[in-house]
Nanobody, 123 residues
Framework: QVQLVESGGGLVQPGGSLRLSCVTS????????FGWFRQAPGKEREGVSY???????TEYAASVKGRFTMSRDNANTVYLHMNNLKPEDTAVYYC?????????????????WGQGTQVTVAS
């Protein structure tokens, strides 16, 4: 059974950093694509970063480019490194995985989703 479990969220001051982790099970990271999405209160879910085919290429939303970095290890974990956090980054962050090709940074039709982790940026 394919499963994603996120962790690493929390409360951080503006300008601070967090690292989110997405531990996968039932997935070979080399053959799946992965995305980080977020949803703020009262807003639609939006793509933050998207890694194609286990790392062939990675795309970022304009709002986070240069501040966030998506990576993976050689085992079963995908990461989102978030630097210089801003209050507008406050949201529930979700990890998603897809092998069908129907998911992308701008299309959240991903096959598998984690439960989400809350990130709050406030002083």
């Amino acid at each position: 059974q394919v499963q994603l479990v996120e962790s690493g969220g929390g409360l951080v001051q503006p300008g601070g950093s967090l690292r989110l982790s997405c531990v996968t099970s039932g997935i070979n990271l080399n053959f799946w694509s992965f995305g980080w999405f977020r949803q703020a209160p009262g807003k639609e879910r939006e793509g933050v970063s998207y890694m194609i085919n286990g790392g062939d290429s990675t795309e970022y939303a304009a709002s986070v480019k240069g501040r966030f970095t998506m990576s993976r290890d050689n085992a079963n974990t995908v990461y989102l490194h978030m630097n210089n956090l801003k209050p507008e980054d406050t949201a529930v962050y979700y990890c998603a995985a897809d092998a069908s090709g129907g998911c992308s940074l701008r299309n959240d039709a991903c096959e598998v989703w984690g439960q989400g982790t809350q990130v709050t940026v406030a002083s």
